[in-house]
């Protein structure tokens, strides 16, 4: 948790963005060309750089948290690119959140049409008893031709929020989201792993969980999928809704974290901020809890899978918050390389946000979109056919960027390409 003992300018003096974090800053510049919004749009104050001046100077009293300057924090990803770049370690996510929790509580807003969407997300997403009773209608929506009907009368362009969420929607299929709540392992035993479900990926993508459980059974660890699991917080985390993320946090902790080796996450956003953890909540429990948190890629690479034979050309897009935030590239790439067959293609600007950003899609669709039509591109250059990324928001925003673009193109997790090759008794 980030405190100061006095008012600091403009701020609260609860979790207040560091000051030493702010200092660190020497404007060198070396961050520019790795961020996407200043790629697009080449205006300083939404560059990271002018972001870190910008609550720099409302820190020290220079300015005011106005509308204006909330809407250069809004247009940020929080993809942390500038992060690995940056030569200072500067903390720049850290002090996004911590500034945008400022703007929260002040009731700052850029604009409340992002306002109210944002609202809306965080009342869904994060809670899957809600979003699960959305599965049965968004079924009929698609089953029944209305989503066709919907896209063919234009009715949505109005409403470019409404426009990007129905075109993001993947096909929502009949059965099961869940897994047994024990798996056991088998071969060399290796311990017990809690298995993080998530909230989009249990019920859009529940192969890829399916897909986890199975690799790390063919591992050797004994799989835990607790029932009463709920959301690791990141999409508050993100909007500057700490007192909720800490609530969502204490809880997955209590759920996941007993009796357990290691907590395997499958979602690169979950992930970073399960390994945030400590900093956030401030205790020794909370950091213990952190240690424990892997990405399924740095559990496998360790392992001996027997994998067959899948003739696949494919490239490896880096989720962000795996890439920057969890400074894990090496790994997936190393599984991918392992499957006899497979031919890996090193895509450019791999770790380039492709503009998902857990809701920013939602909330910045024209930005996103030019993003994710840069992203595509660089993947249609590699020739390949499949495209591997490790988080549930990238797989959707790249598959609709192709999608649109008329590109046969499977967008996948890792972990289901592995899935695919492994041979099993």
Not at 57 to 82: F, Q
Not at 130 to 143: D, F, M, T
């Amino acid at each position: 948790m980030i405190t100061s003992p006095v008012r600091q300018g403009a701020f609260d003096v609860v979790d207040a963005p560091s000051m030493d974090g702010l200092r660190a800053c020497v404007h060198c510049g070396i961050c520019l060309p790795q961020c996407p919004t200043y790629r697009v749009l080449g205006e300083e104050m939404d560059s990271p750089r002018g972001r870190v001046y910008l609550m720099r100077a409302a820190a020290e009293g220079r300015a005011e948290l106005t509308p204006g300057l909330a809407r250069h924090l809004d247009l940020c990803l929080g993809c942390r690119a500038c992060e690995t770049a940056c030569p200072s370690g500067v903390p720049f996510g850290q002090l996004l959140e911590a500034t945008r929790a400022q703007l929260d509580r002040k009731r700052v807003r850029a604009r409340e049409s992002a306002h109210a969407m944002l609202e809306w997300a965080l009342s869904i997403f994060p809670h899957p008893d809600r979003l699960g009773a959305l599965l049965w209608p968004l079924r009929l929506y698609q089953a029944s031709g209305l989503r066709k009907l919907v896209r063919a009368s234009g009715i949505l362009a109005p409403f470019k929020r409404l426009q990007a969420m129905d075109a993001l929607l993947p096909r929502v299929l009949p059965g099961a989201s869940s897994l047994p709540e024990l798996i056991p392992a088998r071969g060399r035993a290796r311990g017990r792993a809690a298995l993080l479900t998530g909230c989009v990926q249990r019920f859009f993508f529940p192969e890829i969980n399916l897909a986890t459980a199975r690799l790390l059974s063919a591992a050797g660890w004994e799989v835990v999928v607790p029932r009463g699991q709920g959301c690791c917080g990141a999409l508050h985390l993100h909007a500057g809704r700490l007192d909720e993320f800490r609530a969502m946090a204490r809880s997955l902790m209590a759920a996941l974290g007993r009796d357990v080796d290691i907590v395997v996450t499958n979602a690169a956003g979950c992930g970073s901020a399960l390994k945030e953890y400590g900093h956030w909540l401030g205790d020794g429990g909370a950091e213990r809890f952190a240690g424990l948190v892997k990405d399924i890629s740095e559990v496998l690479v360790d392992a001996d899978l027997p994998l067959g034979e899948l003739r696949e050309t494919v490239t490896y897009h880096d989720a962000c918050h795996l890439a920057h935030g969890q400074k894990v590239r090496a790994q997936p790439r190393e599984l991918l390389r392992r499957i006899p067959g497979v031919t890996l293609v090193e895509l450019t600007d791999s770790d380039l946000c492709c503009g998902s950003a857990g809701v920013y899609n939602l909330l910045e669709p024209e930005m996103a979109a030019e993003l994710g039509r840069r992203k595509l591109e660089r993947i249609r250059e590699t020739g390949a056919r499949i495209v591997a990324a490790g988080n549930p928001g990238c797989i959707m925003q790249i598959s609709q960027q192709a999608l649109e673009a008329g590109l046969a193109l499977e967008v996948m997790h890792p972990v289901t390409l592995l899935s695919r090759a492994l041979r099993e008794p």
